[in-house]
């Protein structure tokens, strides 16, 4: 685990705070779990090799983005996607995108539940895989 300076500590409690919250989280608080929550302090982030999407990459690969299902391998905690979900066309009458997210790490599919819940509902899947098995969960 690198060391996380006294700020960028805090930050990350108060990230963590938020995804324990019993409500639903608000947008703002959305962006800033996926701002501030580390994955250096996952005890298995050297072997695994979690490195999180920059939001300015996730921002910018949405443009990119065509269909309504988007599969997400390595999802971390769901910066991509998060960027990609498009409030804006369900406004518009747009369906809205089919998320599925699969990811290893058992807390970062905790806190991608918090963060994107699109793709936990309905048709999304969210999946905690470790090895060969994996312990996919369908609402």
Not at 48 to 53: S, V
Not at 84 to 110: I, S
Request: proline share 5%; net charge negative.
């Amino acid at each position: 685990m690198g060391k996380l300076g006294r700020a960028a500590a805090a930050a990350h409690r108060d990230a963590c705070a938020l995804v324990d919250l019993r409500r639903d989280l608000s947008e703002d608080e959305k962006l800033f779990v996926l701002t501030h929550y580390q994955e250096s302090t996952s005890t298995t982030q050297a072997t695994d090799g979690a490195f999180f999407t920059p939001p300015g990459l996730a921002r910018d690969m949405r443009l990119e983005v065509v269909g309504n299902r988007i599969l997400d391998l390595g999802a971390g905690i769901g910066h991509l996607a998060f960027a990609c979900r498009n409030p804006w066309g369900q406004v518009n009458g747009d369906p809205a995108r089919d998320l599925v997210c699969v990811e290893r790490n058992p807390e970062f599919v905790r806190v991608g539940m918090k963060v994107v819940p699109e793709r936990a509902g309905g048709a999304g899947i969210c999946c905690a895989c470790t090895g060969n098995e994996c312990g996919c969960s369908t609402p």
